[in-house]
């Protein structure tokens, strides 16, 4: 009963595999709803090999949100002072787009088990304090400090027009990104893809944003 079964998933950590169930469960059903014998029973274990890897229904909600956390970290890390001071013209809207659409960008890496996640976060936040936190954290806090913190760096390398204020403009950078992560979450989960006129409006938004703040390149 506690081996992993044989075939394709035989290769799969069995802690992966209790968190990938934990995960699937818990956006079906809702945490509350989910026991731990739940768990084990899909996957066929007792629930002593559950035990062995994660010691609370709780521990295993706390590590679905450590890999959506993972995820994006790496997205917003703080830019280095002087990292917009070399010579030659800036093209932020470019830059916003490839963040967010490119094949390395936030959206593009996040897959049908981080929409799971983020679906966990939004049924869990009214009964749970790990679920506000973590929403707090990446969903709006994160993006807030990352696009406020570009513009105070293009602002040190005077690439911003006059009067702009980085934090009100980066404010409204991370609404427009929040509002087409809300939204593109929604339609991955509902329809199984983002349209692409809303692909098409983020990049048109984000680029007049961009005209509307930068300095024009001599």
């Known amino acids: 009963m506690g081996r992993p079964k044989k075939g394709a998933e035989g290769s799969i950590p069995t802690k992966t595999r209790i968190l990938n169930a934990a995960i699937d469960l818990f956006a079906k059903r809702g945490y509350d709803a989910v026991s731990i014998r739940d768990i084990t029973r899909s996957l066929e274990l007792n629930e002593a090999s559950l035990y062995n890897h994660f010691p609370s229904k709780a521990a295993l909600l706390d590590a679905a949100f450590a890999e959506l956390s993972a995820l994006v970290e790496p997205s917003f890390s703080p830019l280095p002072p002087g990292c917009f001071s070399a010579p030659g013209p800036f093209d932020l809207g470019s830059y916003l787009i490839q963040g967010a659409l490119g094949p390395e960008g936030f959206f593009s890496r996040i897959d049908a088990s981080k929409l799971r996640t983020w679906r966990i976060l939004m049924t869990s936040q009214y009964g749970h304090e790990a679920a506000r936190a973590e929403i707090k954290r990446s969903l709006l806090a994160a ?8 513009l105070e ?3 040190e390398a005077d690439r911003l027009r006059d009067g702009i ?5 980066g404010e409204i950078i991370a609404a427009v990104f929040f509002e087409f992560s809300f939204e593109s979450n929604l339609d991955v989960a ?11 409006l983020i990049k048109a938004q984000l680029n007049s944003i961009a005209k509307q703040i930068m300095k024009k390149d001599l």
């Open 190 to 200: 509902w329809q199984g893809e983002v349209p692409t006129e809303r692909t098409a």
């Open 143 to 150: 993006p807030r400090a990352f696009f406020i913190n570009l």
């Open 165 to 169: 204020d980085p934090k009100i403009w």
């Open 153 to 155: 760096r293009l602002a």
